[in-house]
């Protein structure tokens, strides 16, 4: 390496260049025995050189990587050593990745060959070292990494090193963390199964009793030689982390043709995905305050079997040493992602299909049966079997550990939270608890963050992000559908009514991505109820919605524009939704007739919408205008008054009749002898003597008699 500048004599580092910055940085990372912040300081520094140069380069000029030579990059990629203090490792993870980035092809060719010579030596130290190395960079360089670790000769040898007499823990929890990791590259994982699977099962079916057992039964005359018996057995450490990697590989829950016999015939693991699960399962329930990172990992990649689902929801002591767990995790730990993984797992519910989608679910069945591969469901992920896991859970607490998670989680933490929120809304009988809880202003709170983080066009947006917003309005919408304003948004922090509108608005907008009318559907429902409280949030429906609202009502789908017309009869109960369809204009005017159209559609439930909407409208002069000028507009009115129809269309068709009878002045009148035009008496007269309601029978009593005075 070239020679750095003499300390005492440098310049201040901002006045150095980059390159005799670079040496003096790795000067002093090579000098060792100095502090950690020191160190970590260091690396921080090398880390933002090598940043700059990624810059320069670009804009043409010399990079510095060309006097990072070996000793250098062995240097730096020595701090990723287990045995170094957790920060440094954290620092030097960065400081490695900007070093690939910026080294190019000699930062990859160094790399592989720092690993290859320390495996080539084998010793202890060698080992961790280049363990630890390749479980670092493998997240940060998966394809050269998984190169290195699937070189011909390298998965072999490792199950004489595990099964070696004397056992260093360190150089096997190294191993393990590197297959761990590595178990993310489908290729490695194949090839972990391939070649390590009989060893780690040896290591976790391991009995401690039995490795003393043997060691007596070997040396009857008592001497048991050198090293003492923990060194000749795994521990218990390396066992939960021999345990996950067998979670891992044994997850699909498929038969390869690595696990047939010479004979062809399919054998029996040793360890079954069941065992692995009762093992984690054991760990966390008889240690809660020690949650264990490994059995959390398990656990995750275990809780994929629909079987091992059902295992852990009917498992109380498991959900509440889960949610303590959650409880004290730190924000934006792998222990917190990982338990959010377990109940995400538990809760999700099979997505909607399109018709298209179930045809191909159903030949893929076919194929199945043939015996052939396919894509069946299974019955313990219907959404019977899934409602009742989120109710066990729910019933766990998870819900306030989830909200305060919310807080200072990260954005894929916070996916997670959104999605088991958005499942456990599904049961109706939640929401209002779910409310009680929390949930409401943290759906809505993370709903403005997501929204905020695609507005400043952050790397991590797109389809996943859209799609965990729209996770979060829909939970929103399913439980303001089910509770009563009045309640959610009072209390000593209320949060506004207003803030709920936005995010119920925005599932108003078709996804493209989806066949799912369901989210419009609740939305619609949703913004229902909470147009029932005031005008102000009448208001704000319909200034950040109407739109949307409008092109809802003429759906080809029946329910949603039944819901967007009960919406619709709420909001025009204001000034403003009144004035949208009786303030004289010709756009009045059509939506006006639009609503008298609806009022006679086969849908039982969209002219009940419909007919309570023209009941409100027709107490204003310019829609009674309206509906006569329009062509059958009595007629359809008339209708809802049959005897044949139900108590709520002849109530809301009585009270629209008579709203428009008792109108004054000119409209008044003309209102009413249109009304006898069409034969009104006779039908309301019948209306009457079917109806079983005291107030249908009243309205219908006082608009005879405004008809019949009339006539004198």
């Not at 521990?235 to 016999?261: D, M, W, Y």
């Not at 689902?309 to 917190?336: F, G, M």
């Not at 409209?667 to 309601?693: M, P, Q, W, Y």
């Amino acid at each position: 390496m070239a020679t750095a500048p003499a300390a005492g004599s440098s310049p201040k580092q901002s006045e150095l260049s980059r390159e005799d910055q670079t040496l003096l940085i790795f000067a002093g990372l090579m000098e060792g025995g100095k502090e950690d912040d020191e160190t970590v300081r260091d690396l921080d520094r090398m880390t933002k050189v090598l940043n700059d140069d990624i810059e320069a380069v670009k804009k043409g000029e010399k990079s510095i990587c060309p006097l990072i030579d070996s000793d250098c990059a062995d240097t730096l990629l020595g701090y990723l050593d287990m045995r170094q203090p957790d920060i440094v490792r954290g620092h030097a993870t960065l400081t490695t990745s900007s070093y690939l980035r910026a080294a190019g092809e000699d930062g990859a060719q160094k790399l592989s060959a720092f690993f290859y010579d320390r495996v080539k030596r084998g010793t202890y130290d060698d080992y961790i070292v280049a363990f630890c190395v390749a479980s670092s960079v493998f997240p940060i360089v998966p394809e050269l990494t998984a190169e290195m670790f699937l070189n011909e000769g390298f998965l072999p040898s490792l199950g004489p090193l595990m099964r070696r007499k004397w056992k260093s823990r360190k150089v096997e929890s190294a191993c393990l963390d590197m297959l761990n990791v590595a178990c993310m590259n489908a290729a490695c994982r194949e090839a972990v199964q391939k070649y390590c699977v009989e060893w780690l099962e040896e290591i976790v079916d391991q009995d401690p009793d039995d490795v003393v057992k043997d060691m007596f039964a070997t040396n009857s005359d008592g001497n048991l030689g050198e090293g003492s018996i923990s060194m000749r057995r795994h521990s218990r450490q390396v066992q939960n982390l021999a345990a996950v990697i067998l979670a891992k590989i044994k997850k699909q829950g498929k038969v390869t043709e690595l696990e047939k016999g010479d004979s062809g015939r399919v054998e029996l693991a040793t360890t079954s995905i069941e065992d692995l699960t009762k093992m984690f399962t054991n760990l966390l329930v008889k240690n809660p305050e020690q949650a264990d990172q490994n059995a959390i990992e398990g656990l995750a990649y275990a809780s994929l079997q629909p079987q091992i689902k059902e295992e852990l929801a009917d498992d109380s002591a498991l959900l509440t040493s889960l949610v303590k767990a959650l409880k004290d995790a730190p924000p934006r730990s792998p222990l917190t992602y990982g338990a959010l993984s377990i109940f995400s797992n538990m809760t999700r519910y099979q997505p909607p299909l399109s018709e298209e989608q179930k045809r191909m679910g159903q030949l893929k069945a076919y194929a199945n049966a043939a015996g052939k591969e396919g894509a069946n469901i299974s019955p313990l992920n219907d959404d019977e079997h899934v409602s009742a896991r989120c109710k066990k859970i729910f019933a766990a607490g998870v819900t306030p550990v989830l909200v305060t998670h919310s807080k200072n989680g990260s954005q894929a933490s916070l996916a997670l939270i959104i999605g088991i929120i958005h499942s456990i809304a599904m049961t109706q009988s939640l929401r209002g608890q779910l409310a009680q809880q929390g949930a409401v202003r943290m759906l809505i709170d993370s709903w403005n963050a997501l929204a905020a983080i695609n507005t400043e066009g952050a790397a991590t947006t797109g389809p996943e992000s859209d799609k965990t917003r729209r996770q979060a309005a829909q939970a929103l919408a399913r439980i303001l559908i089910s509770t009563n304003p009045a309640h959610v948004f009072g209390g000593t922090r209320p949060v506004p009514v207003s803030a709920a509108i936005r995010p119920l608005t925005s599932l108003l907008k078709r996804d493209e991505e989806s066949y799912d009318l369901l989210p419009a559907f609740e939305s619609l429902m949703a913004l229902t109820n909470l147009a029932s409280t005031d005008d102000d949030t009448r208001s704000g429906i319909l200034r950040a919605a109407w739109p949307d609202v409008e092109e809802q009502i003429l759906s080809s789908n029946d329910r949603i524009t039944r819901a967007a017309i009960e919406l619709v009869c709420n909001l025009v109960q204001g000034p403003e939704g009144i004035a949208l369809y009786a303030d004289g204009s010709q756009k009045a005017a059509n939506r006006l007739n639009i609503m008298v159209a609806l009022a006679d559609a086969e849908d039982e439930g969209t002219r009940i919408a419909a007919g309570g909407a023209l009941a409100s409208l027709l107490s204003f002069e310019g829609a009674v205008e309206a509906v006569i000028k329009r062509e059958r507009g009595i007629k359809i009115i008339l209708g809802l008054c049959s005897a044949e129809e139900t108590e709520d269309l002849r109530h809301r068709g009585a009270v629209a009749i008579y709203s428009m009878a008792s109108a004054d002045g000119d409209v008044g009148k003309k209102a009413r002898d249109a009304i006898r035009a069409e034969n009104g008496i006779f039908i309301l007269t019948e209306c009457a003597k079917a109806s079983r309601r005291a107030e249908v029978v009243e309205v219908v009593v006082h608009t005879l008699k405004l008809l019949l005075e009339e006539d004198k």
